[in-house]
């Protein structure tokens, strides 16, 4: 079982960059799907990244794609955000779920079986 703990989240302006860490214990992150959500007050989880297991594929939603990107190393995913636009305040949550041997990846939040607590973002106009 893996156990997930996220960082970095704080208050940015709009424009600025951000990176958010998650730190994987319990397991390599190899051995698991790993992704990005976040979500606002009265919204759904939303995927914002994912990178599969051993291929390191990566899926990013078309809002996202071209700012955001989800390295990885050995025990750790991150999130690279640039050009942060102004929205409403959200929590980012780091999640994983096994991999299977076609080492897919996967893109709601009912398919994933770790999270961690979380850590909030606000960009400021």
């Known amino acids: 079982q893996v156990q997930l703990v996220e960082s970095g989240g704080g208050l940015v302006q709009a424009g600025d960059s951000l990176r958010l860490s998650c730190i994987a214990s319990?397991?390599?992150?190899?051995?698991?799907?790993m992704a990005w959500f976040r979500q606002g007050p009265g919204k759904a989880r939303e995927l914002v990244a994912t990178?599969?297991?051993?291929?390191?594929r990566t899926y990013y939603p078309d809002s996202m794609k071209d700012r955001f990107t989800i390295p990885r190393d050995s025990s750790a995913v991150d999130l690279h955000m640039n050009s942060l636009k102004s929205e409403a305040p959200a929590v980012y949550y780091c999640?994983?779920?096994?991999?299977?041997?076609?080492?897919?990846?996967?893109?709601?939040?009912?398919?994933?079986?770790?999270w961690g607590q979380g850590t909030q973002v606000t960009v400021s106009s």
């Open positions: 990178i599969s297991g051993t291929e390191e």
């Open positions: 319990g397991g390599a992150v190899s051995r698991y799907v």
């Open positions: 999640a994983a779920r096994a991999r299977d041997r076609l080492d897919i990846t996967y893109r709601y939040p009912w398919q994933f079986d770790y």
